[in-house]
């Protein structure tokens, strides 16, 4: 099994800028696919748009992944989610894991 863990969620004004963090535990063979969602509150699950104010950085030694959000709106304000796909041994399936969510709150 894989386990994600994520941290760096909080509350910040408009304008500021918050760093997430997430790490993958387990045994884990590869992994392919790692990133971010998000859901806002009333809406669906979406992958966050990279590209502008938000930034992910990975770092496949450690499997960790990292989003940098600056400038950040109310409209950022939602639950965020790590996520990634992988292997668990040589020529196996990927499979999806997802983190507990961390929330992320944009308000004076």
């Known amino acids: 099994q894989v386990q994600l863990v994520e941290s760096g969620g909080g509350l910040v004004q408009p304008g500021g800028s918050l760093r997430l963090s997430c790490t993958a535990s387990g045994s884990i063979f590869n992994i392919a696919v790692m990133g971010w969602y998000r859901q806002a509150p009333g809406k669906q699950r979406e992958l966050v748009a990279t590209?502008?104010?938000?930034?992910i950085s990975r770092d496949n030694a450690k499997n960790t992944v990292d989003l940098q959000m600056n400038s950040l709106k109310p409209d950022d304000t939602a639950v965020y989610y790590c996520y990634c796909?992988?292997?668990?041994?040589?020529?196996?399936?990927?499979?999806?894991?997802w983190g507990q969510g961390t929330q992320v709150t944009v308000s004076s």
């Open positions: 796909n992988a292997a668990l041994r040589i020529g196996g399936p990927l499979y999806a894991y």
């Open positions: 590209g502008g104010r938000f930034t």
